[in-house]
Nanobody, 126 residues
């Protein structure tokens, strides 16, 4: 059974930083694109950032570009989200997701993702 387990969320002040981690098991990690999505109360889940199987190509939401960085370590079956200069509007539950699709144009499409974790809460205080 595929498992994606997020960690690293918490409460941080505006301008602070957090690093989220996602540990994957029971899947051939290097064969999956990985993405971070987030969902705030009353809002739809949205892309934060995603990267290809090799990690060489990335995609970010405009709202986080230049502040957030997605990375992966295929040897450790892990994906990370470094979040800097956090804002209150970044507060949400953050989900790690895995996609077996090979179509680059769907890298940021949540419906193209096959597995996701339970999420980790990020709260940014003003």
């Amino acid at each position: 059974q595929v498992q994606l387990v997020e960690s690293g969320g918490g409460l941080v002040q505006t301008g602070g930083s957090l690093r989220l981690s996602c540990a994957a098991s029971e899947l051939t990690f290097s064969s999956y694109r990985m993405g971070w999505f987030r969902q705030a109360p009353g809002k739809e889940r949205e892309l934060v950032g995603a990267l290809t199987r090799s990690g060489l190509r990335t995609l970010y939401a405009a709202s986080v570009r230049c502040r957030f960085t997605v990375s992966r370590d295929n040897a450790k079956n892990a994906v990370y989200l470094q979040m800097n200069s956090l804002k209150p509007e970044d507060s949400a539950v953050y989900y790690c997701e895995a996609s077996g699709s090979l179509v680059y144009s769907t890298l940021g499409t949540e419906s193209a993702y096959d597995y996701w974790g339970q999420g980790t809460q990020v709260t940014v205080s003003s």
